[in-house]
């Protein structure tokens, strides 16, 4: 069975880093483009960070440019989201995505492009 594992949510105060990571297993999605977005109740799944097939380009909301680093591990069959200066407003459930394979779209930032998603991890900054 696919499936994407994200892991390394928790509370964590303000300034402070985590490191989300999404695990693969099933498929070997290193030829996928891998995702990160959020949601928060009431609201829609937002865009946070993307990184093409080939891992040579990321992508990044402007809201968290600066201050996450996303990053992909193929031989792990990982992707990481490397948060850094969190502020309350980046309390979300987290979730990772995968797109593909070998996708080439320009568009990295809509959720319906992603073929396959993990069931999320809550982050929660406190002020």
Do not use: H
Not at 18 to 41: I, V
Not at 54 to 60: H, I, N, Q
Request: proline share 3%; glycine share 10%; with cysteine.
């Amino acid at each position: 069975q696919d499936q994407l594992v994200e892991s390394g949510g928790g509370l964590v105060q303000a300034g402070g880093s985590l490191r989300l990571s999404c695990a693969a297993s099933g498929r070997t999605f290193s030829d996928y483009a891998m995702g990160w977005f959020r949601q928060t109740p009431g609201k829609e799944r937002e865009f946070v960070a993307a990184v093409s097939w080939s891992g040579a380009s990321t992508y990044y909301a402007d809201s968290v440019k600066g201050r996450f680093t996303i990053s992909k591990d193929n031989p792990k069959n990982t992707v990481y989201l490397q948060m850094n200066s969190l502020k309350p407003e980046d309390t979300a459930v987290y979730y990772c995505a995968a797109a593909g394979p070998y996708y080439s779209r320009s568009d990295y930032y809509t959720a319906r492009n992603y073929d396959y998603w993990g069931q999320g991890t809550q982050v929660t900054v406190s002020s």
